[in-house]
């Protein structure tokens, strides 16, 4: 009996550190954007090359999730994820050391590389430490809870890190706390979690065509709205993107050992989530970019207020993805959930999309956030359940791949989408005659009516196209 709750505990125990881990990639997302008007005066960045200190992370994180996952697949698990944790950690250490923006910018995209990697195989992990429907379900949930909640300690410690200390803690603070879980994930991950049985070919080809694709579709969505979305060179780089990705199912159409089989795309469970994914992510990057601005430039709130309007829907989306996510799951299995978080989440975003030039917090602001974070939290755990239920567990870090980047391009391709109708819409309006802020109001109202249309899109796809998976909970019968 006590080497079970022995097992029981190491197994939960490493789940803690599978998810600290987790935690440092979603924070690095967050943490920056505080402290970039520091870092713009320290190094002497001018705006456009300032952005780039966000989007060389975000960029090769995105181009490399699907070739981490794959690599956890060929190589191990544990063995990837302390590769991509050494390579995190140190690129943390050289950021936080960084005297010049070449430097900085530099170790911002290994940094993103092993971003990339920790995030598409913890996934995995999680899915080998807990093999039983209603453990996994729990661990969904708190996996769900520190996706959810590492935004909002995001913004938060960087503002603490930030004013009390400077730029550079808002990096250095990853290296102890990699150096703490990597040895401990070392000790107490099982020594061959996801080993991968017979020969381990990696297909080169295939694993060079499908990253360059990503890093060129990424790269266009990042600058779509700087360059111009009809202009001929983002026009030009997307379209290499679809030669260079068609390039790559060419491939891996003929290859004996492919990076991704082609069977992959005909799990259905697994495609329908990503494309429950891509949608959901396009409304909810966009509500949290829009809505900042409107509450910033419309409302005239401070950083702080706008930071404390966003906590109570943080704080929802925390508490329903550990605890009460996972129940809904056990009773009414996978379908239903969803569909009501997403639901919910759609009702919030058409809440935003009555922003009146006089809103107040309370009347016009708190509703919407609330019911953004209830549904939210209750979706996200049905989504990552749904995209792995059909899935062998020698293909698990690849599905996790898949569903990492479903997320990271439908938010990036969403708010690219939905900043230019807000655009438009402004655009529109001023040319009419509409006042410089009532414009502005008009054009976010646009936006976050197409951002609920996609919630809502995403929710009827998953209830009317997903399957309920052999030894999944089921709904009750009436």
């Known amino acids: 009996m006590s080497s079970v709750k022995h097992h029981f505990d190491n197994r939960w125990l490493a789940m803690a550190l599978l998810c600290a881990g987790a935690l440092m990639i979603v924070l690095d997302v967050t943490i920056v954007n505080v402290a970039l008007p520091s870092i713009r005066t320290d190094l002497k960045f001018d705006d456009v090359s300032l952005a780039w200190v966000v989007n060389a992370y975000i960029l090769i994180f995105g181009g490399f999730l699907l070739l981490g996952g794959r690599l956890g697949d060929l190589y191990g698990h544990r063995r990837i994820f302390l590769c991509g944790l050494v ?71 960087g503002g ?54 990503l890093l060129l579709a990424n790269y266009a969505t990042i600058n779509g709205n700087q360059n111009g979305w009809t202009s001929p060179l983002t026009l030009g780089i997307l379209a290499a993107a679809f030669v260079v990705f068609g390039a790559f199912l060419a491939i891996e159409a003929k290859v004996k050992k492919p990076l991704v089989p082609l069977a992959m795309f005909r799990l259905r469970n697994l495609s329908v989530a990503s494309i429950c994914g891509i949608l959901w992510a396009a409304a909810m990057f966009s509500w949290f970019f829009l809505s900042a601005l409107y509450m910033q430039l419309v409302l005239g709130f401070t950083p702080m207020q706008i930071g404390m309007a966003f906590l109570p829907s943080n704080l929802i989306m925390a508490v329903m993805s550990l605890g009460f996510s996972a129940k809904l799951v056990m009773r009414f299995g996978i379908k239903r959930p969803l569909f009501i978080g997403l639901l919910l989440a759609a009702a919030g975003l058409a809440l935003f999309a009555r ?124």
């Open 87 to 157: 390579l995190f950690t140190s690129a943390s250490l050289a950021c936080g050391m960084a005297g010049s923006q070449t430097f900085l910018m530099v170790a911002r995209s290994v940094q993103g590389l092993g971003g990339a990697i920790v995030d598409a195989v913890s996934l995995s992990l999680i899915l080998n430490l807990f093999t039983e429907t209603e453990e996994r379900t729990k661990a969904m949930g708190v996996y769900g809870f520190v996706c959810s909640g590492g935004g909002c300690i995001g913004a938060l410690l």
């Open 160 to 213: 603490v890190l930030t004013g009390g200390f400077n730029w550079h803690w808002i990096f250095l603070v990853n290296v102890p706390v990699g150096l703490v879980v990597f040895l401990l994930c070392w000790k107490l991950l099982p020594k061959h979690a996801g080993e991968a049985e017979g020969q381990r070919q990696l297909d080169v080809a295939g694993a060079v065509s499908v990253t360059l694709a």
């Open 355 to 478: 922003a009146p030039v006089d809103g107040t917090l309370l009347r016009d602001i708190l509703p919407g956030m609330i019911l953004l974070g209830i549904g939210a939290g209750v979706a996200f755990n049905p989504v990552l359940m749904a995209a792995m239920s059909d899935v062998k567990e020698a293909d698990s870090g690849l599905a996790s791949g898949i569903v990492n980047t479903a997320f990271m391009l439908g938010g990036a391709l969403g708010l690219a989408v939905l900043a230019s109708v807000a655009a438009a819409r402004t655009a529109g309006l001023a040319d009419a005659g509409v006042s410089h802020v009532a414009a502005l109001a008009g054009g976010y109202q646009a936006a976050f009516l197409c951002g609920a249309a996609f919630a809502l899109i995403a929710g009827l796809l998953g209830v009317f196209l997903l399957r309920i998976p052999a030894g999944a909970p089921k709904a009750p019968a009436h």
